[in-house]
Structures are given as C-alpha cells and as structure tokens.
C-alpha cells in the first residue's frame, strides 16, 4: 500500500511542480492475495496482480471536513469493537477494495469502539462517525475548514466522492488521462523498471503514520492478551482455534465476528490442531465451517 500511495503523489508532484502535489494520498488493495515477495522477479504481472483494474490518477482538493467524511467512510469498513475482542473483523459483504488506507503527511488514529460513518440510501451523511482522530497534516494542526490536496483513483472520485458531495469535477486539480503512462498500474511497473526494482526502505518513511488505538503500532492488541486473552491468542497463533469466515458471501468471504474472550461461536476448534504438518492445520481452518 505504501508503494501505492508513495508513487501515486510522486506522479502528482512531476506533473504540477514541487510544493504543488497532494499532500494525502488514498489507495485500496484490489484483492486480499495482492503481494510481493523479497527477491522475487517483477514482471507486469505483478502490476496487474498489485493493481488490476485501468484507473487513472487524480489529485483533488478537498475540505477538511470532507477529507475526514471520507477517512470515516474508509474506516467503517471494520465492525465496531467489543469489550473481550482481541482481533478485527469485518462488515460483512464489504470488498475489501472499499477500504482504501491513508498516506502522505498525515497523522492520525483510529478508534475502532467508536461509532462509524452512516448515511442513508440518499448518500445523505446521517451519523458523522467518532473513530477518527486526524491529528496533523503538513506538520499543521488539522483544520476542518482548510482545503487539501488528495491523490486518489478515478474509480474512487466518481463511485465514492462525487457521488456523496465531497468534491466534484472542479476541484480536481490534476489527472493522468493525457499522460503517456495514465493508468496507476502502469505507473507501478514504470517506477520499477527506472528504478531497477522496489527496495522497502524507500517507502518507509511514512510507515506508521497512524494506528488503531486497540493495538500498538507493533500490531499487539493494548488490552485483554493477558490472563484469558492471551491464552486463547496464542491458541489462534498456534491454529488451535480458528476464525470464522462468512460463507454466504462466496464473492467476499471477510472474517465478519472478531475473536472475543466472552464468546465461544466466535471461533471454532481446528478439527486437526494436533496435526504434525502446518499443511493439515491450514486445512482445519479451511472455511467450511
């Protein structure tokens, strides 16, 4: 994602100048098996796997208050936190690909106890969500009347934020369309074939730049693994107990009930947990439960 989000404000910043590009940059995964591995030769396939569809590149100004609408928006994606929860879980038939995660010089956290972003079947905003906490952008507190330069994909600008009012066609102040590499896909393999490859460390930089308060940026849940909660963590570590996927939703099969220390059907044990091989333990958490 960091990739994603780092290339897709350099673009901006070529095209308009230094000090001209956006500020923040939004970008979703389009499948959950999307990856790279270390050493591993990049073809363009591995674009098309990292990026699958034709979309180009915008940069849109948008309020803060709107900017913020559209973080809550992306974040409500997550079910809402339940005291003896100590993993996620997911809306349940969201696609992964309407979550997109934030990059650039911003600063902010998430709370995921906090009520989400809700609007009606109008797009009308009916309840303006609570989980996030922006903190700075630009090195400057965050101001909710200020205006900020986003980096963003066409299919986002036109299915999410134009439809729901917090930005239209005139404030979009950059778009790939007439350039010789106009869809972010390309970009990606552009970049890699200048650059000889992708080395993390260039795109590290921004990492943490922000965090669910339920966990450290190290990814340990603040409360509940100790005592009982640690106890069954480390049996879901251990494939012991697996999460429940939903099954009725084939096309998006997201893990929609988080593991809680209060509720056993939020999980199930793995019928071959005293398996000898990893192979068969993946096999018991297979989801067909």
Not at 8 to 32: T, W, Y
Not at 175 to 187: C, L
Not at 203 to 210: A, H, I, T, Y
Request: with cysteine.
């Amino acid at each position: 994602m960091d990739v994603i989000n780092q290339i897709q404000m350099q673009k901006i910043e070529e095209a308009m100048g230094e000090g001209n590009g956006a500020i923040v940059s939004a970008a979703s995964l389009f499948s959950d098996q999307s990856n790279l591995i270390d050493n591993e030769v990049y073809t363009k396939g591995k674009s098309t796997n990292l990026y699958k569809y034709d979309n180009t590149l915008l940069g849109v100004e948008m309020t803060g208050t709107n900017l913020k609408r559209f973080i809550e928006w992306s974040y409500s994606y997550f079910n809402q936190y339940k005291p003896g929860d100590i993993t996620v879980s997911f809306k349940k038939g969201a696609p992964a690909y309407l979550y997109d995660q934030f990059d650039g010089d911003i600063e902010f956290t998430v709370d995921l106890s906090k009520p989400s972003l809700e609007m009606d079947e109008n797009n009308a905003v009916t309840n303006e969500g609570s989980r996030v906490n922006i903190t700075s952008i630009g090195g400057e507190q965050f101001d909710p009347n200020a205006t900020y330069k986003v980096a963003m994909n066409s299919y986002r600008f036109g299915s999410q934020i134009q439809k729901y009012g917090w930005a239209s066609k005139d404030d979009v102040f950059y778009d790939s369309v007439n350039e010789q590499v106009y869809a972010i896909r390309d970009m990606l393999t552009a970049y890699v074939e200048e650059h000889k490859g992708i080395d993390v460390a260039d795109f590290s930089g921004s990492l943490g730049n922000w965090s669910f308060t339920q966990y450290l940026p190290s990814g340990d849940i603040t409360t509940l693994r100790e005592g009982e909660g640690k106890a069954l963590w480390d049996q879901l570590k251990n494939m012991e107990i697996c999460v429940s996927i939903d099954l009725e939703n084939p096309k998006y099969p997201a893990i929609v009930k988080s593991v809680n220390i209060n509720d056993s059907s939020s999980y199930f044990v793995n019928p071959n947990k005293d398996a000898a091989t990893l192979d068969e333990k993946v096999a018991g958490c297979n989801p067909t439960h």
